[in-house]
């Protein structure tokens, strides 16, 4: 891969099924647009892209293509996951009020590397933020069966000598009342857990809730429901796998992380940073 001058060199070789590539954030839009125009399928790991703008593009290019791309959020494929979904689509906390969720970690400031430089993409937001904001909009869609837009976003943060986000606080409400609060930053530990908070009672994942294994259902005088589905390698299997299935069965997208679900996601952070600056 060095050698050559582009992916799409290398994908011109019929013996070429796929590429593995490793790349900051700012580089993923690039790649990903030569597989696809080479017609090979794309599983981008998150973020998709920096910006909504880049994400419907090749949203745009996928379908004109018809060819399969899907962000890797992994977090939406793990077993523990479906056990919450049962008892979101089943009312067992009945309807959701709000999300609290954390994603936090100290990150040594190096205006060069992928955390802090903006060439790079970097920020907590695009790095860490996504995934309090993917798993909003999952849990809104298994407990009502779909997410519609925040009906206001209201975000504050502390940027970092190189301008990109070192730390942001984000409270998003839904029509209906329902809202999500989240904190995501490189300068600062947190708990890194997600409680769903319903009517009639509490889903909590632990600490790591993104690469979670584990799930508690509390509700007021009931005996708590544990739920504990260890990872059958390291996580990243579910979604390697749910991207076969799509790809098999001839989907340009998959219907647990689709494009619409990208898409969304990018547009809230397009907003979140644009208020934090």
């Known amino acids: 891969l060095r050698a050559a001058r582009s992916i799409a060199e290398i ?10 590539v490793a790349t900051p954030h700012a580089q993923h839009g690039e790649f990903a ?38 962000e890797a959020l992994w977090t939406r494929m793990l077993p523990v996951y479906d056990s919450v979904s049962t008892w979101l689509r089943d009312d067992a906390i009945g309807p959701v009020r709000a999300i609290q ?26 790095d860490l933020g996504v995934y309090n904001i993917a798993m909003t909009r999952w849990v809104i869609q298994q407990a009502a069966g779909s997410c519609p837009e925040p009906s ?5 943060g502390t940027l970092a000598d190189t301008g990109v986000d070192q730390r942001v606080s984000a409270m998003l409400t839904f029509p209906g009342g329902v809202t999500s609060q989240f904190v995501c930053g490189f300068d600062g530990s947190a708990e ?33 429901l544990h739920e ?26 998959s219907p647990r992380m689709t494009h619409a679900d990208s898409l969304a996601a990018l547009r809230w952070m397009d907003e979140i940073r644009r208020q934090v600056g």
């Open 152 to 156: 206001s976003i209201h975000a504050t």
């Open 228 to 253: 504990q589905v260890p990872l059958r390698i390291n996580g990243f299997e579910y979604e390697i796998e749910e991207a076969q299935r799509c790809i098999r069965a001839g989907l340009v997208e």
């Open 101 to 126: 969720s954390s994603f936090c970690f100290r990150a040594p400031f190096e205006p060069e590397g992928r955390h802090y430089n903006p060439a790079l993409a970097g920020g907590a937001l695009l």
């Open 11 to 20: 994908l011109e070789d019929p013996l070429v099924d796929g590429v593995y």
């Open 192 to 224: 890194n857990s997600m409680t769903i908070v319903g009517e009639r009672g509490s889903i909590r994942l632990p600490s790591g809730f993104w690469g979670a294994t584990e799930a508690w259902l509390e509700r007021p005088g009931e005996p708590v």
């Open 33 to 70: 647009r030569q597989c696809l125009e080479a017609d090979k399928p794309v599983l981008c790991e998150k973020p998709l892209v920096p910006n909504l703008a880049q994400g419907t593009f090749l949203v745009e290019l996928a379908s004109r293509k018809n060819v399969f791309l899907m």
